[in-house]
């Protein structure tokens, strides 16, 4: 299994441009998260879905959004983007009945100038 | 409001030492933590976890420690090794029956092994 992969590895955007920070994961997971991580700090929760068809949002959701059409994929979506939204994004999933550690992707940093 | 904290951004600790990283969480509902392992340029990397119902879980050179009381955590590296050198966070959550948990995490310590 790979895992959770993320693409693209790194990004520099232009304020007001748009793009997709993609995620995909082959475990079978029905839980998936989108955090992004600002330099020296935790991670903050962005939007996360609990299956196919079903997403809901987290602590920093405004900017983002997201949608949920299969069991694998969990693409983010930036619409108009702007320099506070630099910082590394990280997707992760769980598996329904595998306990609540959560799976990350290697990330996405993203450069918005 | 629910907050994780740690005591000590950055912790040096000579190989082959055993090394303590500590954690305070605020939400007494909490009732599951996990420690993550973060190197540079990766993804974090689960270490181990531990539910409120037990004091003390112990894994592979790895243990954690849970004091309700104090509403404090601790990861304690035994025998640490150049690789261990890391971010560390703690992340807490309740537990729910609609799985919607959500995990809140730390700022993080950074370990550094000393050769």
């Known amino acids: 299994n790979a895992g959770v992969t993320q693409t693209p590895k790194f990004r520099i955007l232009k304020i007001g441009q748009s793009m997709t920070l993609q995620c995909t994961q082959d475990?079978?997971?029905?839980?998936m998260y989108w955090y992004r991580q600002d330099p020296g700090m935790g991670l903050k929760l962005i939007y996360y879905s609990v299956g196919a068809g079903i997403t809901d949002k987290g602590e920093v959701p405004n900017g983002y959004n997201v949608s949920r059409s299969t069991t694998e994929d969990f693409p983010l979506r930036l619409e108009l983007a702007a320099p506070s939204q630099t910082s590394v994004y990280f997707c992760a999933s769980r598996g329904l009945w595998a306990g609540y550690e959560q799976y990350f992707g290697p990330g996405t940093r993203l450069t918005v100038t | 409001g629910e907050s994780v904290g740690l005591h000590l951004p950055t912790l040096s600790v000579q190989e082959g030492d055993n090394s303590i990283i500590n954690c305070a969480y605020s939400n007494s509902a909490s009732d599951y933590f996990i420690w993550y392992k973060q190197e540079s340029g990766k993804g974090p990397q689960f270490i181990i976890d531990?539910?409120?119902?037990?004091d003390k879980r112990q894994g592979q050179r790895v243990t954690v420690l849970l004091n309700k009381t104090v509403k404090h955590l601790s990861l304690q590296i035994a025998a640490t090794q150049p690789g261990d050198s890391a971010v560390y966070f703690c992340?807490?959550?309740?537990?729910?029956?609609?799985?919607?948990?959500?995990?809140?995490f730390g700022t993080g310590t950074r370990l550094t092994i000393i050769p």
């Open positions: 475990m079978n997971h029905n839980y």
């Open positions: 531990i539910r409120s119902n037990m």
């Open positions: 992340a807490e959550t309740r537990i729910s029956n609609f799985g919607n948990e959500k995990l809140t």
